[in-house]
């Protein structure tokens, strides 16, 4: 049989938007809107997600379900991505800090909605694949580092936007320093030992506004 093309890729990333969109439709009432942003699933269409996860798992790429990439880590379901990105609704001008690279698939979705992306992974291996793949395929507002997420880097806040693709036990302190006033933050955050999709926000006077959103399941936050 025969490799697909670019064009049978093009059809499989279409249809994983249309059932994003499902997904959304149908968890309406827990997010209190339908549809998710037109940039979000339109950026969700562009990024090419096989390349992102290891070969032997390529082939399933498009289908709405996490992928493991190595070191009992996986990369999370499409649905969880787009939704992730349209609570944090980041913007051209906008530098978000991202806590988790994996191997660079969330960090590809925000680059093509935001300004600047600083991201920081805690794996190496990771973080040096993910450097690779994403200057490979021409994204040049991405900067990648090895270290412990939970402080941030302060030598680049404060950012407009933050997202933790790593669920926490509490939001680390250093993040929500180094987030803006009239900034966001969506997280994984455990309550009562559950994790649920949660965002942040940050008033002009310094003071916090947490929503909790729909159950999630994610890897969680790794310090040093």
């Known amino acids: 049989m025969k490799p697909m093309n670019e064009e049978h890729l093009a059809v499989l990333r279409r249809h994983m938007v249309e059932v994003i969109a499902i997904h959304a439709d149908l968890a309406s009432e827990e997010l209190g809107k339908a549809t998710l942003d037109e940039r979000v699933m339109a950026s969700m269409r562009r990024v090419p997600r096989h390349l992102f996860v290891p070969a032997p798992v390529a082939p399933y790429a498009y289908q709405d ?21 349209d609570l944090l609704a980041p913007q051209p001008h906008e530098a978000v800090l991202e ?34 793949l994403l200057q490979g395929i021409g994204f040049s507002n991405i900067a990648i580092r090895v270290g412990d997420g939970s402080r941030g880097w302060s030598e680049h806040a404060p950012f407009d936007k933050i997202l933790l693709t790593v669920a926490a036990e509490r939001t680390p302190p250093a993040l929500l320093e180094q987030l803006k006033p009239a900034g966001r933050l969506v997280l994984p955050l455990v309550s009562e030992g559950v994790q649920f999709l949660t965002t942040i926000d ?7 506004k947490t929503r909790k959103l729909i159950p999630v399941r994610f890897s969680r936050l790794e310090t040093v």
């Open 65 to 85: 379900m996490p992928l493991p990439i190595g070191f009992d880590k996986t990369v999370s379901q499409p649905f969880i991505v787009a939704l992730m990105t």
């Open 202 to 208: 940050k008033d002009a006077a310094g003071h916090l």
């Open 99 to 132: 806590i988790g690279t994996g191997l660079g698939y969330q960090t590809a979705i925000l680059a093509e909605l935001a300004g600047q992306v600083w991201s920081v992974e805690i794996i190496e291996e990771f973080a040096s694949h993910a450097e690779a």
